[in-house]
């Protein structure tokens, strides 16, 4: 049985907690009295997300807050962090998530996201430390038959290797808690977040030309980039631009405080869908943000990007009657704090 008890004293370990959903969930782990440990290698994350944590918690809160660098898959720098720390659970978050890349970098991908977590849930199984919280991804429903994607809806085949290691690894785990009914496991399928921490602190700080809708429409806005690209508008949705269930960040992070709660004296595997239940198109998101940023920002339609699927949304029924979790903000208040985001810190963390 899963040890999880009051929040107070109890210790998370979130791997990759210096990145967008991380961050914004250790916040809200600190908020509600965890001591959280983050192993982060800061492959794709800024060490100053840190000071910015600090400011939000506060004093009190930050002592609660241990940074290791190092790779998830150093097994021996994992070891002396659960021989520290009374380790309860486990929140993973470190992995390889461009799309595109993972198609140009197999190798890397399978190697990077599967073998951190082998080496993850080794580490695990020897402190008995049984409770882990998986960042999975939509990506594995593929191409829907139907809409709103329940957690019966059917795994399809992925498109891409990244697709593939999430649906990959949750299989990995189901498999623990078939081999050893310890395990603890809560798969957590994500839609799109996008949104920031309302106090503009922290945000999305894609390296390089952003790959996802709502970091390239902020760094229009903010005139980093001169249009936004609309990967077609010949998809059979209302304005022909593809639909996505985006969900803000920090309900995202609410959701894995929900989960972690709600883990406790369990035992087993179960999938929760984390969205919001409601579909927005490409347009209707330049739409609201060029709301928010009070300017009309400017688009091009181009050809359908490869391995996109028309639409999906989230039923998420499930999450709120079992975590009593459910998503708050709307998109007028998700691109808001984006653009409260991007607009303070129009290089991200960089100066
Ligand atoms: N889009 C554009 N222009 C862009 C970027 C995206 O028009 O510059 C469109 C896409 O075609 C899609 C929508 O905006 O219709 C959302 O695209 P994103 O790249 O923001 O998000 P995806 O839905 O493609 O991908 C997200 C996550 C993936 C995850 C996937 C699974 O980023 O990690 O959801 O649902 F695998």
């Known amino acids: 049985m899963s040890e999880i008890a009051e929040a107070s004293h109890t210790c998370v370990l979130v791997t990759g907690g210096c990145g967008f959903i991380g961050s914004h969930t250790v916040v809200c782990l600190l908020q509600r009295g965890y001591e959280v ?29 241990t940074f290791v660098r190092a790779d998830v898959a150093n097994k021996q720098a994992l070891t002396a962090v659960f021989d520290e720390f009374d380790i309860k659970a486990v929140i993973h978050f470190a992995g390889f998530k461009a799309v595109g890349e993972s198609v140009e970098k197999p190798i890397e991908y399978y190697s990077n996201n599967i073998g951190n977590t082998l080496a993850l849930v080794d580490v695990m199984r020897n402190h008995d430390c049984k409770s882990i919280i998986f960042s999975s991804s939509a990506t594995v429903y593929g191409d829907p038959d139907e809409l709103p994607l329940t ?40 839609f799109n977040p996008i949104g920031a921490h309302p106090s503009g602190l922290m945000g999305e700080d894609p390296k390089g030309i952003p790959n996802n809708l709502l970091p390239y429409v902020a760094q229009v ?14 998809y059979d949705t209302p304005d022909g631009t593809g639909v996505r269930d985006y969900i803000h960040v920090m309900d ?32 209707e998101i330049i739409k609201a943000f060029s709301e928010a940023c ?8 181009e050809p359908r990007r490869a391995g996109d699927v028309t639409a999906n949304w989230a039923d998420c029924t499930k999450a709120r009657l079992e975590l009593g979790w459910e998503a708050k903000y709307g998109i007028a208040e ?17 100066e």
């Open 151 to 190: 957690e019966e809806s059917p795994k399809k085949p992925a498109t891409n290797p990244y697709g593939w290691t999430k649906w990959m690894i949750e299989e990995m785990l189901r498999s623990l808690t078939i081999a050893d009914p310890e395990w603890n496991v809560v798969l957590l399928r994500y």
């Open 37 to 65: 440990v983050i192993v982060d290698d800061l492959s794709n994350a800024n060490e100053k997300v840190l000071d910015r944590i600090d400011q939000i918690v506060g004093e009190d809160a930050a002592e609660r807050l």
């Open 221 to 234: 806005a903010v005139g980093r980039r001169d249009c936004v690209h609309v990967f077609g508008n010949d």
């Open 334 to 350: 998700m691109c808001r704090d984006s653009w409260n985001w991007q607009s303070h810190n129009p290089n991200g963390y960089e």
């Open 294 to 301: 009070g300017k009309d920002l400017p688009y091009v339609v």
């Open 252 to 283: 995202l992070a609410e959701g894995h405080a929900a989960a972690l709660d709600w883990m406790a004296g369990r035992s087993g595997c179960e999938v929760f869908n984390l969205g919001t239940g409601n579909g927005t198109s490409v347009l």
